[in-house]
């Protein structure tokens, strides 16, 4: 089955900075691959997602990256909020297997202001 | 106007009950599933369900069934509760598979206490 592994676990950032976080897929059949942000004590939340046939994708201060070589993807926000404090996961998927999620372990990202 | 909704929102229950978590949505979608949220926040899938087909992850404990009564109900039934099953246990939903629309919302939650 799939494997995803998420990095790093937590991250934190001044306020304006730039935050990076990591995650790499074992399925090569995996082509779906989403980002999700879960406030505390709130549901994940779509933020971003990507499909197998496109290498980036952006949304205002939000951007995802795609390697399918490499089995990796990343998400990068620009200019850091203190509104931005959450856990993000990456999540990776195949079409066709009832698209069931696998997802990273999390990333605490903390924003100071 | 809620999209993907879950009752109750907190459950407590002793071991060896037997519990029910019921999960609505109105979005339209044909695709629904359960995921467990661990105290470590680990998210993880339990069922695929759509009115094709029961997908179910191999790692879940046969003591879990969900029951669909109709496209719009995805329900969670728990048999012999143990302590392990204290937990976050979210629905979501997506549309048909085939529309090539992949993306899944959930539920609030439901927390799972098991005493």
């Known amino acids: 089955g799939e494997n995803v592994e998420q990095h790093p676990s937590t991250l934190s950032v001044q306020e304006g900075d730039s935050a990076v976080i990591k995650c790499t897929y074992s399925?090569?059949?995996?082509?779906?691959f989403p980002w999700y942000k879960q406030e505390l004590g709130k549901r994940p939340q779509l933020i971003i997602d990507?499909?197998?046939?496109?290498g980036e994708k952006k949304d205002q201060r939000i951007a995802v990256t795609l390697n399918k070589t490499a089995k990796h993807f990343s998400l990068h926000i620009t200019e850091t909020q203190p509104e931005d404090s959450a856990v993000y996961f990456c999540?990776?998927?195949?079409?066709?297997?009832?698209?069931?999620?696998?997802f990273g372990g999390g990333t605490r990202l903390m924003v100071k202001p | 106007d809620t999209a993907v909704s879950q009752t109750p929102k907190y459950l407590v229950t002793q071991m060896g009950n037997d519990k029910s978590i019921k999960c609505e949505q109105n979005?339209?979608?044909?695709?629904m599933y359960w995921y467990k949220q661990d105290s470590k926040k680990f998210l993880k899938i339990m069922f695929s369900?759509?009115?094709?087909?029961?997908?179910i992850n191999e790692t879940v404990p046969n003591r879990f069934s969900p029951k669909s009564p109709d496209k719009a109900h995805l329900n969670l039934h728990i048999n012999s509760l143990e302590l392990g099953d204290s937990a976050v246990y979210f629905c979501?939903?997506?549309?048909?598979?085939?529309?090539?629309?992949?993306?899944?919302?959930f539920g609030p939650g439901t927390r799972l206490t098991v005493t």
């Open positions: 979501a939903s997506s549309p048909l598979e085939g529309t090539f629309r992949y993306e899944q919302y």
């Open positions: 399925d090569s059949a995996s082509n779906y």
């Open positions: 990507i499909r197998s046939n496109v």
């Open positions: 999540a990776a998927s195949e079409s066709g297997a009832g698209n069931m999620l696998t």
């Open positions: 979005l339209g979608h044909d695709t």
């Open positions: 369900y759509n009115n094709k087909e029961l997908i």
